[in-house]
């Protein structure tokens, strides 16, 4: 079988699909209060175009597809998507990262089409500090999302955006809840990806000065064997359930075996989070390209991943500064 190999040696195996660009809330770090510029509905993949590319990318070696936006729940019948995408037999797992707010009634269902595991947004734990994250009130909702999943016999794992003087207070109450759930609470440095660009923040919570807290706190937290290609460094605090993971998202430390590429809710390639997105496979698979053309049309692509996400910002043409709203990339 044909594989994608970049031209550092590595695989291909994990794809993250945007299934839209929009969004029921307004994170801060994400978009600007009025929401960021969404395209027209025409614009956007439709299900039966996520599903042939997913079949072709699978037919190449990924075995594993991440759901994400926008938020993924907004767009129209998400989970005959699901369905579908779940007849594709060389698929082994579906993710899906999601702000939780319309995913309750579905928990239980989602096991049934191949969902492994849901990454909950969640930026912190006060209701009212959560809706001026989030620039909604929606706190309740997403915390029985949580309790759902929690039942239910998917895994979890809590995605918390560390943002200075918003939540950095709240660090060591996530690590908590690692004590009696088996639950992964993932911290994520915070990325200029927020439609605007610009991180008017005055200290910058980096991998180091996160773990650095969580020790002042838990001095015997000890770190967990590195897994192959995973994003985040785990860790564990004494005698607890759950595990505490740290996502270097910006200081990109974690390139050297990255296996994932992503395809944003109007098509275009990205081979790094941090590049322009280098081709529209919308537009040629609109052409009436065969499976074979677009399988070689993703071997040539993949085989120009950057080194890592710097050198991807460096090749960046039009917007030199990284300033996308994460939505329309699929974070
Ligand atoms: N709407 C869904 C959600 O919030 O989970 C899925 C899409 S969201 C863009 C995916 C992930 O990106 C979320 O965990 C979100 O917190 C994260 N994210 C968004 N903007 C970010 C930023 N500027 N820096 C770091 N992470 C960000
Ligand atoms: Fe929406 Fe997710 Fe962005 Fe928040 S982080 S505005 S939930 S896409």
Request: aromatic share 8%; glycine share 6%; hydrophobic share 35%.
């Amino acid at each position: 079988m044909t594989k994608l190999v970049d031209s550092f040696g590595r695989q291909i195996t994990y794809l993250r699909l945007a299934v839209t660009d929009r969004c029921n809330l307004r994170c801060t770090y994400c978009m600007p209060a009025e929401g960021a510029a969404i395209v027209d509905r025409k614009e956007l993949l439709t299900y039966k175009e996520m599903y042939r590319i997913t079949r072709v990318l699978s037919e190449l070696g990924v075995n594993k597809v991440r759901i994400t936006g926008g938020e993924p729940f907004v767009r129209k019948d998400l989970m005959g998507f699901l369905k579908m995408m779940s007849f594709n037999e060389l698929l082994e797992e579906i993710n899906i990262t999601t702000n939780g707010v319309l995913v309750g009634v579905h928990a239980e269902k989602l096991s049934e089409f191949k969902v492994k595991t849901i990454n909950l947004s969640i930026d912190s734990l006060q209701p009212e500090k959560f809706a001026q994250i989030t620039r909604r009130s929606v706190f309740e909702k997403v915390w029985e999302t949580l309790e759902r999943i929690e039942k239910s016999d998917l895994k979890l794992k809590l995605n918390v955006v560390v943002q200075s003087g918003v939540n950095t207070d709240e660090i060591n109450d996530f690590v908590e809840l690692t004590r009696d759930r088996e639950i992964e609470v993932r911290f994520i440095e915070e990325m200029p990806f927020n439609g605007v660009g610009i991180r008017s923040k005055d200290v910058v919570w980096d991998y180091k000065r996160i773990l650095e807290e969580i020790k002042k706190k838990h001095p015997e937290l000890a770190p967990l064997p590195v897994k192959k290609s995973s994003t985040s460094k785990n860790f564990k605090i004494k005698g607890a359930k759950g595990i505490v993971g740290i996502i270097p998202a910006y200081t990109r430390t974690i390139c050297s075996d990255c296996n994932r590429i992503r395809i944003t809710s109007t098509g275009d390639l990205k081979n790094c989070l941090f590049d322009e997105g280098v081709y529209s496979i919308r537009d040629f698979l609109r052409s009436e390209a065969s499976d074979e053309e677009l399988k070689q049309l993703f071997v040539d692509l993949v085989s120009k991943k950057p080194k890592d996400g710097f050198a991807a910002e460096e090749n960046r043409k039009k917007n030199k500064n990284v300033s996308e709203s994460m939505s329309s990339i699929g974070g």
